[in-house]
């Protein structure tokens, strides 16, 4: 099951975000944005500490005001984790966390004000070697694209961006990373799509506001599986109304069914029928939650019956593959060993936790040897 991806990604300018790198061959990253109080620095360190543990890669705060960025402050101190400093309307709120030690500042150049305050946050960008977003969302278009377009469109979108795109070529600064949103699918990809053809700098992809944790995730892997499976977008976030992690585990799955990213437990399942041999549902909800903190790649098949199971569990690093009056279990292409229903779950969960312990040996093995 392990084959390269099919996907030839869009050659991007490289940035860094603390030690995430952006853009170019690195890995297409995944973020998430904290939902807690800024000031509230024992909550919102807490959480991006949840986030670390799933696998985010970079972690947007918002930092609205100055009593929030000397929080940020605080904050950075606690935590090693890549940060993005979501700033609007007060551009001295941005000059302010640079100096506290921000990754990266995203910034919506449409709400942040006139050219002079942007050159003052690009200065500080520069100063301090750390890169911007440029953040433009359907709901924040500026005045005079409205009214010229009459409603969010992608050229709008578009056309928003390369003006500040423009300023920031002036300026000489070519360290950023472009976002184009919006909640309506196939707005956020037509804007992505004719963005990508104008500029070669990393782009953010994102379906804002994409809804609750169901719709959300079905319109953010339409969406976002459109545009990376052309080749676009470097680094992404699912925007959903839940909790942050799940916003993560999201990402990840997008990335691992096109194959761009491994990380955690690939689960191959089928969606059980009469057939079946064990409660498939029961014993997936089961596997999912209790090892939800595994993050070595690995690809696990659990399938009730005969007529499929086999096969795909032949496929797996580990799999099951229902029968009568005991289901096989494969390891590593193998059949290896009958489990009855009373011990299954713990018994697979043994096998899977085995085979991680035995892989963070082989790697902590590799890197000793240099």
Known sequence: MHQQSPITRRKSRQIRVGSVLVGGDAPISVQSMTNTETCDVAATVAQIQKLEAVGADIVRVSVPTMEAAEAFGQIRQQTRMPLVADIHFDYRVALRVAELGVDCLRINPGNIGREDRVKAVVDAARHHGIPIRIGVNAGSLEKDLQKKYGEPTPEAL????????????????????????????????????????????????????????????????????????????????????????????????ILKSLRLRSRGINFIACPSCSRQNFDVVKTMNELEQRLDDVLVPMDVAVIGCVVNGPGEAREADIGLAGGTPNNLVYVDGAPSEKVTNDNLVDRLERLIRDKVAARQALDDNTIARG
């Open 158 to 253: 578009v056309e928003s961006a390369m003006r500040h795109v423009d300023y920031l070529d002036k300026l000489d600064f070519q360290d950023y990373k472009v976002s184009v949103k919006a909640s309506d699918v196939f707005m956020a990809v037509g804007a992505y799509r004719l963005l990508a053809q104008q500029i070669e700098q990393p782009l953010h992809l994102g379906i804002t506001e994409a809804g609750g944790l169901r719709s959300g995730t079905v319109k953010s892997a339409v969406g976002l599986g459109m545009l990376l499976a052309e080749g676009i977008g470097d680094t992404i976030r699912i925007s959903l109304a839940a909790d942050p992690v799940e916003e993560i585990r999201v990402g990840f799955d």
